[in-house]
């Protein structure tokens, strides 16, 4: 089965000012169609290789799949994260939540963007079923540090090619912006399928 490239839910320049339509066109056309180019390569491989039942070449294509699919379901998620008209704060069970975990919306904020400066790839909020606890995890590269058993309900991509173009190496203000464009809703409902 070939994966294809997910749509995006708005238009391009629906995320201005946060997100230029540049941005979000080379980001979504070319960098996340790479990833799914790449899920289909390596899917493409792993089929030839078990046909010639050669496996030399195993340990190469899963990390290429590992690597494409978890890039590709990380910016699914981001693109639905992301809305033209977002609410300021989560309500309900989330915020609830958020709180019991956190202590305050403010210190989950300040812990995630503090995550978000020093991440090699993404900071993610995620709930953690066994731990019926939400964290906020550091994911270098998209498969770097991933906890296992969790769940990823907010995805903010700090790779380069998401501000760089229009923030240059201020990636603070990109994170500030993202804050603007959480579709919070969405966020919830990701939450409450998992209770």
Request: net charge negative; no cysteine.
């Amino acid at each position: 089965m070939t994966r294809e490239l997910v749509e995006l839910p708005y238009e391009h320049d629906a995320l201005k000012p946060w997100i230029s339509s540049q941005v979000l066109e080379w980001h979504h056309g070319t960098h996340h169609q790479g990833y799914v180019n790449g899920i289909n390569k390596a899917e493409k491989n792993l089929e030839e290789q078990r046909e010639k039942d050669d496996y030399s070449d195993t340990g190469a294509i899963l990390r290429s799949f590992t690597h494409n699919f978890s890039g590709d379901i990380l910016h699914e998620l981001f693109w639905y994260n992301l809305s033209p008209s977002s609410k300021e704060r989560p309500e309900g069970s989330l915020m609830d939540k958020i709180e019991e975990d956190f202590g305050s919306y403010e210190n989950w904020m300040k812990e995630f963007k503090a995550a978000a400066a020093n991440a090699s790839g993404w900071a993610l909020l995620v709930y953690i079923p066994r731990m019926d606890q939400l964290h906020n995890v550091v994911v270098d590269k998209h498969d770097q540090g991933a906890v296992w058993g969790s769940h990823p309900i907010l995805a903010l991509d700090v790779w380069e090619h998401s501000y760089y173009h229009d923030y240059g190496p201020s990636r603070g203000e990109f994170v500030d912006g993202f804050f603007e464009m959480i579709k919070w809703s969405e966020v919830e409902n990701r939450y409450t399928e998992l209770n």
